[in-house]
């Protein structure tokens, strides 16, 4: 069978279970913001600095375990790993419709963070395991689809659930799923190709020698505490928690933003928080195509980033006076924040060999979480304090900018080179 075919079959097989398995991650993830904007801080006599941290208090758990994620998926197992993750984390989510108190939604929240904290470093490992690197950037785009393709029918489902129900029945019935899907995942996935039965004996020792020719070349990397003192490593953790502060910002606090600017109830804030993310689709699949088909990562990163900075300070500039233009910017804000994820994660396996690959996509992930902390704590506490989200686009802002600029700063070696058949020349991109 032909590696087109092959690469067909691979894709089909394995990318709709890792890209519902990361949806149903996502989902329990950020519906939070929903609550937040339907009566939760008023039951559970939340203050608005208090419903700032809650909301921000999953990424603390979430920063502290996605290095021992990573290690566990790489030296041990992705599928356990997954498979324990997926239980844990649809009954926290459930769990959380039925707490009494603000004290009980601190430690679901930190707990929640901490068993959905190994899903992504997991799942990047699992990738490597799986596709080329001429693939890879098309492959994690596929997986973090699930966060933008979630948040849109989300958006929609979750406020109709709030609408019709309540809160607490929105945590309840969206946490279900990720129990069910556990035992999917556990049928369905295979470890490494040399288990999957639905490949051919020749079909998975040619993708097998395909992947282990591709570390050749490397400049070997001892262990884990070396990767780490990577400048390149350093750079990318500081360029992603600039990054994630605009992400997460504008994820958890995206439907209050829009329920208190227009006075709409929270089915009409589902549906307008929706189209961020239809457009943030669409943006990730043409980025990943042309970053795969060119091969350079980075020309596929910072312009979306810095545009997205652009967006965030014409919403802050018009204020809120000129609504529907604003939520414009925010539209376009939103998809190019999500357009370069696909890109930015095929850099690190460039660059790093596998052994300690997934390590140092686990620390940076980390730092991300460590920004989104910072990121849906500081933009809670400026709407609620300001009385408006100008200061927060501000902020946002800001961070992208920074974020963009560091990626400039980046000294990757040519992709191209790296896959081409003939030898060719390092070249900075």
């Not at 052994?355 to 991300?368: D, K, Q, R, T, Y």
Request: aromatic letters at 16%; proline letters at 5%.
């Amino acid at each position: 069978m032909s590696t087109l075919k092959l690469a067909s079959r691979r894709w089909w097989y394995l990318m709709p279970v890792v890209f519902i398995t990361y949806s149903l991650a996502y989902l329990d993830r950020a519906n939070y913001g929903f609550a937040a904007a339907s009566g939760m801080a008023e039951d559970l006599q939340i203050t608005p600095g208090m419903s700032s941290l809650l909301g921000a208090l999953f990424f603390l758990g979430y920063f502290f375990f996605q290095v021992p994620g990573a290690i566990y998926a790489e030296k041990r197992s992705v599928k356990k790993l997954i498979f324990a993750s997926l239980i844990l984390w649809g009954g926290l989510a459930s769990l959380t419709g039925v707490v009494t108190s603000a004290y009980w939604l601190v430690a679901i929240r930190f707990f929640l963070g901490v068993v959905e904290a190994v899903v992504m470093p997991a799942m990047l490992v699992y990738l490597c395991h799986w596709f080329t690197r001429a693939e890879r950037s098309r492959a994690n785009t596929f997986l973090i689809l699930g966060n933008p393709v979630t948040m849109l029918w989300m958006s929609v489902v979750s406020g109709y659930l709030v609408q019709h129900f309540s809160w607490r029945w929105m945590f309840i019935i969206e946490g279900i799923p990720a129990v069910i899907w556990a035992f999917v995942w556990w049928r369905l996935a295979d470890e490494r190709p040399a288990q999957a039965k639905w490949l051919g004996h020749a079909q998975r020792e040619a993708l097998e020698s395909a992947l282990a020719a591709e570390q050749q070349g490397f400049k070997p990397v001892k262990n884990y505490a070396q990767a780490f003192r990577s400048p390149k490593v350093i750079l990318l953790s500081v360029q992603y928690f600039c990054w994630s502060i605009g992400v997460y910002g504008f994820v958890i606090w995206l439907p209050s933003i829009l329920k208190k600017g227009q006075e709409m109830d929270m089915v009409q804030a589902g549906w307008l928080s929706a189209l961020p993310y239809l457009a943030a689709v669409i943006a990730m699949l043409l980025c990943s195509w042309g970053s795969d088909k060119l091969q350079l990562r980075k020309r596929f990163v910072w312009p979306p980033l810095l545009l997205a900075a652009l967006a965030f300070y014409g919403s802050y500039a018009l204020g809120s006076t000129h609504f529907w233009w604003s939520y414009g910017l925010l539209t376009l804000a939103g998809a190019c924040m999500y357009a370069p994820y696909g890109p930015f994660f095929a850099i690190v396996p460039e660059i790093l060999p596998g052994n300690v690959a997934g390590g140092a996509m686990a620390l940076i992930n980390s730092m991300g979480a460590l920004g989104s902390f910072a990121g849906s704590w500081l933009v809670g506490y400026l709407n609620a304090t300001t009385g408006n989200p100008g200061a927060s686009y501000l902020f946002m802002s800001a961070a992208l900018a920074i974020s963009a600029v560091l990626t400039l700063c980046l000294r990757t070696r040519d992709a191209r080179a790296a896959i081409a058949p003939a030898p060719a020349r390092t070249a900075h991109v």
